[in-house]
């Protein structure tokens, strides 16, 4: 059983810079991939940006060029770095691993809040 922890969360004004820290309890370098999702209030929870072991990552359209995912496999450790936030990134940011492609999401950290305010 491996634990993810978030940190790094806060309130920002919209223009700002946050970095989200993700630390697993267990070595990460098993995880076929791992992501970072957001739910903002009375919305379903979507998913941000993946990173898989092989370093690719993916990005939903609506953060394409301001956010950043990083993994750190001696750390182990994932990381978001959000720039030029915006009122819309406001939410509860979760991180989370799996082992397979094609399988759900094994693990989820307890999420940290982001508002951005303006």
């Known amino acids: 059983q491996v634990q993810l922890v978030e940190s790094g969360g806060g309130l920002v004004q919209a223009g700002g810079s946050l970095r989200l820290s993700c630390a697993a309890s267990?070595?990460?370098?098993?995880?076929?991939?791992m992501g970072w999702f957001r739910q903002a209030p009375g919305k379903q929870r979507e998913l941000v940006a993946l990173?898989?072991?092989?370093?690719?990552?993916n990005y939903v359209d609506a953060v394409q060029g301001r956010f950043t995912i990083s993994r750190d496999n001696a750390k182990d450790a994932v990381y978001l770095q959000m720039n030029s936030l915006q009122l819309e990134d406001t939410a509860v940011y979760y991180c989370?691993?799996?082992?397979?492609?094609?399988?759900?999401?094994?693990?989820w950290g307890q999420g940290t809040q982001v508002t951005v305010s303006s």
């Open positions: 267990g070595s990460i370098a098993s995880f076929n991939a």
């Open positions: 989370a691993a799996k082992y397979y492609g094609v399988s759900p999401w094994d693990y």
């Open positions: 990173i898989t072991s092989g370093g690719s990552t």
